[in-house]
């Protein structure tokens, strides 16, 4: 089929690279041969993780910056360096993102506002930013969360810029087609791998009602490994004819809706 697993050669930016899927995406695609340039707020974790990528890279150190993304200026500052290094991008994976547990009527207008900015408007500025200097063949991947497509009591927010970052990632696809450039989405379980008694008890003192589902049908949370495996697959050629897509990977949870598996059975 002349399919290329590999990524050899092509650039790649990680946003959110200092921990979780954005590191293990980062170390993942330097792997797989691409050349990786990351950026988080967290400096001391992500210059961490740039040296892992340039022991990866065989001692090539990568083009890292630690700014809060939710500064636009920053994002085109950090965009143009890129650019200026490599000429180009090839794959852009939008991973920020975060939030915290409170009834939505606890949440400040200010508060809203910054949640917009951290799992929304950053993803828009990314790829204003990007798009003009990708090349046909290149692929953009977002991260959105099963929060995005099931209620979410305590993140009403989050849960609401995720979906909307799975609108933005279909229509984009459409959109950008005609530039050969793919626009997917990935959806992990919202647990992130913590496990199910931490998961819980991050909702203790929050005045909500509710705690999460049980564990996936799969019998395990997910991790950030099984997230990057998801985005290699969306960045290469192997899904060369994958477009517009949310690809959940959440062990079964979104399949699932209110089922939950006894796992001695």
């Given at each position: 089929m002349g399919v290329e697993v590999a990524l050899d050669g092509r650039v790649a930016i990680v946003t959110g690279a200092a921990a979780g899927i954005g590191r293990?995406?980062?170390?993942l695609l330097t792997d797989a041969g691409a050349r990786v340039a990351l950026c988080d707020r967290d400096e001391a974790a992500l210059a961490a993780v740039a040296r892992e990528v340039g022991e990866r890279a065989g001692g090539s150190s990568p083009l890292w910056q630690a700014f809060d993304v939710r500064d636009g200026a920053a994002v085109e500052a950090f965009v143009a360096a890129v650019v200026d290094r490599h000429a180009r991008v090839d794959v852009l994976v939008n991973n920020v993102g975060?939030?915290?547990?409170a009834p939505f009527l606890d949440v400040s207008t200010r508060a809203e506002a910054a949640l917009i900015a951290e799992n929304f408007t950053q993803v828009t500025a990314f790829v204003r930013a990007v798009v003009p200097v990708m090349p046909a063949g290149s692929a953009i991947v977002n991260l959105t969360s099963v929060e995005a497509h099931q209620a979410a009591p305590g993140f009403a927010v989050y849960s609401a810029m995720k979906a909307a970052v799975a609108s933005l990632t279909a229509t984009l696809a459409l959109e950008l087609a005609p530039r050969g450039i793919r626009v997917n989405a990935i959806a992990p379980d919202g647990l992130g791998g913590v496990g199910e008694d931490a998961a819980r008890?991050?909702?203790?003192?929050?005045g909500i009602p509710y705690e999460p589902a049980h564990l996936p049908p799969l019998g395990r949370f997910g991790s950030p490994d099984d997230g990057a495996a998801a985005v290699l697959f969306l960045a290469g050629d192997l899904s060369r004819f994958v477009t517009g897509t949310t690809l959940h990977v959440d062990g079964g949870t979104h399949a699932a809706g209110g089922w939950h598996r006894h796992l001695d059975r």
């Open positions: 293990a995406t980062a170390l975060g939030t915290f547990a008890g991050s909702y203790l003192g929050s």
